[in-house]
């Protein structure tokens, strides 16, 4: 049975750090994290590629946040650093075994999502 599910949010000043997790079962070609806040549309901030370990990260998170994996743990991992108010979101852990969806956000399995909330 495919389960993702995501831990490590919860409430920060800005500037401040949080490291969420997506503990998975299953193998996955590639997985990835996403957020979405009210209002907004569903926003792909990172993707890593499994076995090779390629990442991708959004041009708005990129050198903030860090998308990683302990594959003997079947974890993935969101190191975000200097978080802003603009970074409150319910964020999302993902995960695909078709390639060719790997740089959307239509992947198949998907958490429950976490919450972060950024204050001034």
């Known amino acids: 049975q495919v389960q993702l599910v995501e831990s490590g949010g919860g409430s920060v000043q800005a500037g401040g750090s949080l490291r969420l997790a997506c503990a998975a079962s299953?193998?996955?070609?590639?997985m990835g994290w996403f957020r979405q806040a009210p209002g907004k549309e569903r926003e792909r901030l990172a993707t890593?590629?499994?076995?090779?370990?390629?990442?991708y990260h959004a041009d708005s998170v990129k050198g903030r946040f860090t998308i990683s994996q302990d594959n003997a743990k079947n974890t993935l991992y969101l190191q975000m650093n200097s978080l802003k108010p603009e970074d409150t979101a319910m964020y999302y852990c993902?995960?695909?075994?078709?390639?060719?969806?790997?740089?959307?956000?239509?992947?198949?399995?998907w958490g429950q999502g976490t919450q972060v909330t950024v204050s001034s």
């Open positions: 993902a995960a695909d075994i078709r390639i060719f969806y790997c740089p959307t956000a239509s992947l198949q399995y």
């Open positions: 299953g193998s996955y070609y590639c």
């Open positions: 890593i590629f499994t076995s090779s370990g390629i990442t």
